[in-house]
């Protein structure tokens, strides 16, 4: 079993930046690529990042140049530094990991507005 632990959610204006962490405890070595997920209301959750156990990343059109996913390895941590935010970057954030099984975290609400 994967717990996942989000946090560094928040209230930004546009333009403003967060960093979310994702930290991750249990079977970590069974964890291969880990993920960024969004939800906003009324809307289905979509992939905002994605990167592999190698480092390699992907992103979604909509926040290429402005998100930025990492991991740390060593802290067992995952991060997604968002600059530039949009007030249709406000969503729920979602920590996800795979492995033999698929797992997410709770959640952290984003929200940007003036």
């Known amino acids: 079993q994967v717990q996942l632990v989000e946090s560094g959610g928040g209230l930004v204006q546009p333009g403003g930046s967060l960093r979310l962490s994702c930290v991750a405890s249990?079977?970590?070595?069974?964890?291969?690529?880990m993920r960024w997920y969004r939800q906003a209301p009324g809307k289905q959750r979509e992939l905002v990042a994605h990167i592999t156990s190698g480092g390699s990343t992907n992103y979604a059109d909509s926040v290429k140049g402005r998100f930025t996913i990492s991991r740390d390895n060593a802290k067992n941590t995952m991060y997604l530094q968002m600059n530039f935010l949009k007030p249709e970057d406000t969503a729920v954030y979602y920590c996800?990991?795979?492995?033999?099984?698929?797992?997410w975290g709770q959640g952290t609400q984003v929200t940007v507005s003036s």
């Open positions: 996800y990991a795979a492995g033999p099984e698929n797992y």
């Open positions: 249990g079977s970590i070595s069974s964890i291969k690529a």
